[in-house]
């Protein structure tokens, strides 16, 4: 499957799905609310995208851009065709919610958890959602950009 | 109160099922191989279920590079998976210079490959004496340290340092190769082609090992996808996942080596894969070590690197499995963001879907099999 004919596909079952082709990759945004049906469509569907690589969060707060903005990152990629392709979602800083996917890709449920600790994005229907690596009374999101720790944190 | 207290008080108190048992192995257990906490509840001896708990040795490295240049970086990722620091420090690089843009000199090309596949040896050697300990073996992992022995001193000498190399940079190598390399590496290699044929005698044919290995922890291939477990672990599942054969990197695909495949998923399968890998890593270092191209060892670069803005994605094969650096950039100095997809946290993740149901006893033939490196881990 080339690059065009994933995006076909996406466009045949999405059609105002916003596009990013500047990447290596193809980069698709899909809203917070759609997010769960769409990815139920990639990995059942035409596209196969059964194997979740990369699942990381990004806070864009230091940027002039999205001082509210969380973004989501999926990688994912399809053992049968060979096709990658990056799904972002756009969430809200101050109150980040998404559904969890961990019912889909098995490997979601680890990885959701450690954006759940690092960035404090709430998981909806995660069967276990607890901080991975910090302790359970830590306080705070060390990964968001504005996370200060005046004891273990040096400025360089 | 300690964590593991807490874990404990907690079951004596909670309603639990008839004959219900919940310990703790580690965070010092030996066989955990570094501080991993596994919370399993058994019932008599058979596994309800393994929680393992992270982070006894997390120093959020992705934190950490957000204020490093993208010279410095790359050096901290050594401290990620040890035991193939050179592989981690490969991805690193590859990801910078796709943002650059940079070609590479071919004697570079070659000289990676060439560590990388050596790495390659002395993780899996040491894996192999690790794994045969933890099933009661005492003496393989004494012949694995005196091979592995070799392969460190070889390090040192071109690199420097036996363990955290820190010998790959943007556009190439720190430094050129040692006179030595080239007499040394044959030597190596003459030495280990005896040497895998005594540890197939020693450990693989040894009908008490097949025992405790065969049929045990069995990950089939549709879970080993949806776990994203790669490497030896996907590979024994069935699934073609090695990243220099499907994505290849450097002159990986100018070689001719076999990507190792076995269907039964279970730990004997998983521990097949890694043995033979050896020899393929063998037969990629005979192809190379005459054939390393003469010229420069590193591509002029600017002394301060900046990234355009946009999102670099790139993956190599360690020994565990395939890693991912992703870089975000703004066009500074320094990454805006930087995620490592670590193949020991996915692994990981299908520990307690493999080991439900089986006995106690057979959960260390399981993480043994797993190869897990803490620090990878937790990062």
Redesign the interface.
Known sequence: MTREELKENIIQYRPNAVFDETGEWLNVFIETADWKSFAQWLRNDVLQMDYLFCLTCIDWSQTAAGKTVLTMVYHFTSTTFRQALVVKVKLDRNNPEIATVSDIWRTAEFHEREVFDLFGVRFLHHPDLRRLVLTDDFDGHPLRKDFEDPVNMIKL | MY?ETQIINDAATLPSAEGELVINVGPQHPATHGVLHLVITLQGETIQKVEPH??YI?R?I??MCE??SYRQFIYVTSRMDYLSAHINNHGCVLCVE?GLQLEIPPRAQVIRVLMDELTRIASHELWWGAMAMDLGAFTPFFYAFRERETINDIMEETCGTRLTMNYMVPGGVMYDLHPNFQKRVKDFIQLFNNKIDEYDDLVTGNIIFQNRTKGVGVLSKE?A????CTGPVGRASG??CDIRK?YPYEVYDNLSFDEIVETAGDSYARYLVRIKELRQSIRIIEQLIDNIPEGDFQAKTKAVLKLPR????S?VETARG?L?V?I?S?GATTP??I?F?SPG??N???LD?MSRGSKIGDLMAIMGTLDLVIPDI??
């Not at chain 2, 996808?225 to 994203?228: H, L, N, T």
């Not at chain 2, 946009?310 to 994605?313: D, L, Q």
């Open positions: 964590r992270l982070g997390h959020s992705e934190k204020s490093l796709k879970d996808i949806s776990f994203g699934v073609h499907l946009g999102e670099f994605y993956r395939e991912g992703f975000v703004e805006y963001r995620k997809r946290f996915s990981l993740s299908a879907h937790d990062r």
